[in-house]
């Protein structure tokens, strides 16, 4: 807008009309001149001011003809005349001032109020978002209401069928407020059938002991044994030779809180991987079937593997309760026997005519109690024996009779073996140093020697006398099975191990973390369905003593070795401590906000556009895969006929039942129904127009876990009930800078994904983001969109959180199918800084430091700041010399906390952009000053 310019009435054309000269040197001063350049925040429109404004009519008054007002030679203020001028200036100067304001309350970069913000928003048919409640889960603890039985009493006979629980849509749960807090009421958003089985649900935690003759230890149960170091065990592996093996026993190990006993066979064992078995999958059986133990263990546990669904709707179908199904197959997987990793070969054919082989050994680990020695281990050496001895002599009699005594030890038995000790038509046997009465038919022994080792079975045993090798002693004789290798042992130097022990092997644990997407249960459950929600909390691997919780969706359950094995929709975020992990399944999900009921009004047939308001506000709206990221819980009807909600009255028909929601700027919630021509009037009756809603909004919802725990309503058979995770999603209606920054990222989306830039202004617009960028990335395979949100306040958005994924199906239904994208949470990057400040001698010193402090951290807070932005040395010190009273700043300290400081002082601290690493996918950074530390401002003395 353009005028005449201030002066333009020259003092000597003054002078001329002014022969008093009482006004020489005023001219007219308005209108001003009105130029504004683009990006302004504040429109300048105003013509002139009160001072502006008199001059000018003082200089016309001056330069006006007419003979009255030549007389008037005064300019006093007092005077009537010039004080009517003045309030004539006054009242230009108010117009003005409100021309002005309202010409900046016109524009959304210039605009101030909210209400003139929401109504340019509504020009462009943009609604400004609700607000929408903060989303968590709850996991209910479910009583098991079968007692146990009594001592001495029958055991209970297995029930047919779960005891279930219904928790209803709508239960109530209360959180327990913190300081300045105030109670928060949440409510289940969908019905659940819980089971006290699956209040704490565990993975396996241990593996069938493997029988290897390769065993590095054995494991047996207890916390007391025979066995000590130094100890001979026999480990046999099937019927091969191949698959036996002895050790020494290094170490002994207790174990007391799993209750076990380690036995080292070699120093420094390594734990014993899971095996994983491959085994085939079971399909539906639809020939008649006879549930029992044998048809269990040949077509369920062992053999192959099931889908909990196939399984579930066989047992329907013939008629098997699955509880008794799931009770068997535990108790068959309790009494698992270890297993054997060496390829059964399996019994050979009989060879006709051939004689029957010897009896094979039973497979096992065994421990011998007894060290025993052959007879004539410890006979004298033979040359030590007299000549007569070995060679005999020859002697004359009485009568001159020359003699010959035969040698009584003719043979030398230091080379003996026990072959030559085997007596010709009895079964082989041995003799022992002395009587053992501890062995027993069919027991084993061990016969060692340099020359090799050799297991037999006892097939006699008895108690003799003996005397030979110039020794006697009552021996145990033992008969055995075979006589192979009896050439091998000497009597010298043969150790015998008898009296043999089979040690029970325990399970052994399993070392691998719980991670990624599979975890496999401590047993069967057949309850358990894909689809549902589950709780995985745990001990983190990586963070010890710390506990963390995820909720995880089923996509599919398996029955494998009889161990129920969870298949879920996406790995887990941690890894973790496998013995401290549980998984509750009695879990729902639940939104911020009370459910109330009332009668808005009584309908008007011949009202056009009739309104009602809710009595309760505010409207409690959830996240949804909608556009705007956000779903009313309003349901209203009319004469108990459901009407629903519209965006827009515009393209409704008249028989149309329809209605429209709008919101004031104070939060209060306003009904408009149709005029018969655009939406159905409602109809004419006594408070015929109801509605049922929720109420309760924003980041007041953001409860922290283990909040929720107060059941406000509470189900027959539910004991308890918590929030494992902390309630996020919530945000709160769009505030002044949001409406004009939103606004028109919906105008250049339209609610439609096609760009790059749609993919972000999208994102930014949705309830609950507060924060979005869209970048392209490589997958491996081709371009791909990546978008890094945050969300309100600068919270985290989980990928597995219900936020993220109604963005992502909002997207997918707004976007290009063929176009790949992901969403991920930015990756929070944090610095830490130091200064000194100069404060010059007018300033109190305290008083500069802490504007410093908060000017510092309010710039590089979230609200400030942009993804992948880095910082740098010269915008902090500018930044810092910015605050009046500071004269001089040098920085002390300015370094990424994730990195070492260095000096000098890099000139940028810089922040990663989203990206490909390692084949995963990583969101941008945000790269914040530490906000749980103030800045460290000193001041320079």
């Known amino acids: 807008m353009s005028g005449e310019q201030p002066g333009a009435m020259a003092s000597e054309q003054a002078s001329e009309l002014n022969p008093c000269g009482c006004c020489i040197g005023l001219g007219a001063a ?58 004539w200036a006054v009242l230009l100067d108010i117009l003005t001032f409100y021309q002005e304001r309202i010409i900046n309350e016109s524009y959304l970069r210039t605009a101030t109020e909210r209400r003139s913000l929401l109504e340019q928003a509504r020009l462009i048919g943009y609604e400004p978002r609700p607000g929408v409640a903060a989303g968590t889960y709850l996991a209910f603890t479910v009583d098991d209401p079968t007692p146990p039985p009594a001592v001495g009493s029958a055991p209970a006979a297995t029930p047919t069928s779960a005891t279930e629980v219904v928790i209803e849509k709508g239960t109530k749960v209360q959180s327990i407020p913190g300081p300045g807090e105030k109670a928060q009421i949440f409510e289940t958003v969908e019905t659940i059938v819980g089971q006290a089985g699956w209040n704490a649900l565990r993975p396996r935690l241990t593996h069938p002991h493997p029988l290897e003759p390769d065993l590095e230890s054995v494991t047996i149960p207890g916390l007391t044994s025979f066995v000590k170091s130094g100890d001979t065990m026999l480990i046999v592996a099937g019927e091969d030779p191949a698959g036996r093996s002895v050790k020494r026993v290094l170490a002994v190990t207790t174990d007391v809180k799993a209750q076990t006993i380690r036995l080292d066979l070699v120093p420094s064992p390594k734990p014993v991987p899971l095996p994983r078995p491959k085994i085939v999958l079971g399909k539906f059986i639809k020939q008649a079937a006879f549930l029992n133990d044998q048809f269990l263990r040949k077509e369920l546990v062992v053999a192959k593997s099931w889908k909990q669904d196939v399984l579930r709707a066989m047992a329907i179908q013939k008629r098997w309760s699955p509880l008794a199904i799931q009770a068997a197959i535990r108790a068959q997987v309790s009494v698992a026997k270890p297993v054997r990793s060496i390829p059964d070969k399996g019994e050979p054919a009989p060879v006709p005519g051939a004689q029957p082989s010897r009896e094979p050994l039973p497979n096992g680990v065994f421990a011998f109690r007894e060290r025993a020695a052959l007879f004539g281990h410890n006979a004298p050496k033979y040359q030590s024996l007299s000549p007569a001895q070995r060679l005999g002599e020859k002697f004359k009699d009485k009568t001159g009779t020359e003699q010959t005594v035969e040698p009584v030890y003719p043979n030398s038995w230091e080379e003996r073996t026990l072959n030559d000790e085997q007596e010709e038509g009895r079964p082989p046997h041995l003799f022992l140093d002395r009587v053992y009465p501890n062995i027993v038919r069919d027991s084993l022994i061990l016969l060692e020697s340099q020359a090799g080792r050799e297991v037999y079975r006892v097939r006699e045993v008895g108690e003799v006398s003996r005397a030979d090798y110039t020794i006697s002693a009552k021996v145990s004789r033992v008969e055995v099975d075979h006589s192979e290798g009896f050439g091998n042992f000497r009597l010298r130097d043969t150790t015998v191990y008898a009296v043999n022990e089979p040690l029970d092997l325990a399970p052994l644990p399993i070392s691998d973390p719980i991670a990624g997407s599979r975890l496999t249960l401590d047993r069967a459950d057949l309850g358990l369905k894909a689809g549902q929600t589950v709780i995985v909390t745990g001990e983190r691997e990586d963070l010890r003593d710390v506990t963390v919780s995820e909720a995880m969706t089923l996509a599919e359950v398996t029955l494998e070795e009889g161990f129920t094995t969870l298949t879920f929709g996406q790995g887990l975020t941690y890894r973790y401590v496998r013995e401290t992990v549980t998984i509750n399944a009695n879990v729902a999900a639940a939104t911020h906000g009370e459910t109330k009921g009332e009668i808005l009004g009584s309908g008007d047939a011949a009202q056009a556009f009739q309104q009602v308001a809710l009595r309760q506000p505010p409207l409690t709206y959830v996240s949804a895969p909608t556009p705007g990221g956000a779903a009313s819980t309003l349901d209203l009807w009319v004469n108990d006929q459901r009407w629903r909600e519209v965006s827009s009255l515009y393209g409704q028909g008249p028989t149309d039942r329809v209605y429209l929601v709008q919101r004031d700027d104070s939060g209060n919630t306003t009904v408009r129904f149709g005029d018969g021509a655009m939406g159905a009037r409602p109809a004419t009756g006594q408070h015929n127009i ?66 790059l830039r749609d993919y972000e202004d999208f994102a930014r617009a949705f309830s609950g983001i507060g924060k979005a960028q869209a970048t392209w990335v490589w997958n491996g395979t081709k371009r791909a969109v990546l978008i890094t949100v945050a969300g309100t ?14 963005l992502d199906r909002a997207i997918r239904e707004a976007g290009d199918p063929f176009v790949p994208f992901s969403v991920l949470s930015y990756r929070p990057a944090l610095f830490k800084l130091a200064a000194r400040v100069k404060v010059h001698g007018d300033y109190r010193p305290e008083q500069v430091v802490r504007s410093v402090q908060e000017r510092v951290r309010t710039a590089f807070a979230f609200e400030h700041r942009e993804f992948g932005r880095p910082v740098a040395l010269s915008e902090v010190i500018a930044l810092i010399q910015q605050e009046k009273g500071v004269e ?52 320079l003395s």
């Open 888 to 939: 001089a700043a040098t920085v002390t300290q300015f370094h990424r906390i994730d990195e070492e400081p260095a000096f000098p002082f890099p000139a940028l601290l810089g922040a990663d952009q989203a990206r490909v690493g390692d084949g995963e996918l990583l969101g941008a950074e945000l790269l914040l000053l530490d906000p749980n530390l103030l800045p460290d401002i000193e001041v």
């Open 30 to 87: 308005t209108p001003v001149e009105v130029f504004n350049r683009p990006g302004l925040s504040v429109v300048q429109y105003r013509v002139g001011t009160h001072a502006l404004f008199k001059s000018t009519m003082l200089a016309r008054l001056s330069a006006s003809d007419h003979a009255k007002l030549e007389s008037l030679k005064t300019r006093r203020d007092d005077d009537f005349a010039i004080a009517l001028l003045d309030s």
């Open 793 to 806: 306040g600068g919270a985290l958005v989980e990928t597995s959180s219900q936020l993220a994924e109604n």
């Open 690 to 755: 109801r509605a049922t809603y929720r109420q309760g909004l924003g980041a007041a919802g953001m409860v922290k876990a283990r909040q929720l725990s107060l059941l406000m309503t509470r189900p027959l058979g539910v004991r308890e009930v918590t929030n494992p995770l902390d309630a996020t999603g919530a945000a709160d209606p769009e505030t002044r800078d949001d409406i004009r920054s939103n606004a028109p990222l919906a105008i250049r989306t339209l609610d439609r994904v096609v760009s």
